[in-house]
């Protein structure tokens, strides 16, 4: 049974720094590409970031590019998401997600596995 587990959410004012984490269980981590996505209120669950198995390959959003750092350690079975210049259109629930290997989907349908989300609040 596949696990996610989300953290390092909070509260930030705008312009500041959070580190999000996600930690795998119950697959070969190094085998699965990792995706963080988020959900604002009233609004469709969206793509963040994306990595390839073994980290070479990343891809962002448009609204995150730039800001936003993807990385993994797959030694600890963990994803990260290092997010900077926090905007508080940035405010949403960050969602951790796998996939099988060969490309980094965009989409939702695209990944198999879900974690429980962790908020982020940024303050104006």
């Known amino acids: 049974q596949v696990q996610l587990e989300e953290s390092g959410g909070g509260l930030v004012q705008a312009g500041g720094s959070l580190n999000l984490s996600c930690v795998a269980s119950g697959r070969t981590f190094s085998s699965y590409i990792m995706g963080w996505f988020r959900q604002a209120p009233g609004k469709e669950r969206e793509f963040v970031a994306g990595i390839s198995e073994r980290g070479v390959r990343t891809r962002y959003s448009e609204s995150v590019e730039g800001r936003f750092t993807i990385s993994r350690d797959n030694n600890k079975n963990t994803v990260y998401l290092f997010m900077n210049s926090l905007k508080p259109e940035d405010t949403a629930v960050y969602y951790c997600?796998?996939?099988?290997?060969?490309?980094?989907?965009?989409?939702?349908?695209?990944?198999?596995?879900w974690g429980q989300g962790t908020q982020v609040t940024v303050s104006s």
């Open positions: 997600a796998m996939r099988p290997w060969l490309e980094i989907r965009t989409t939702v349908d695209g990944y198999d596995y």
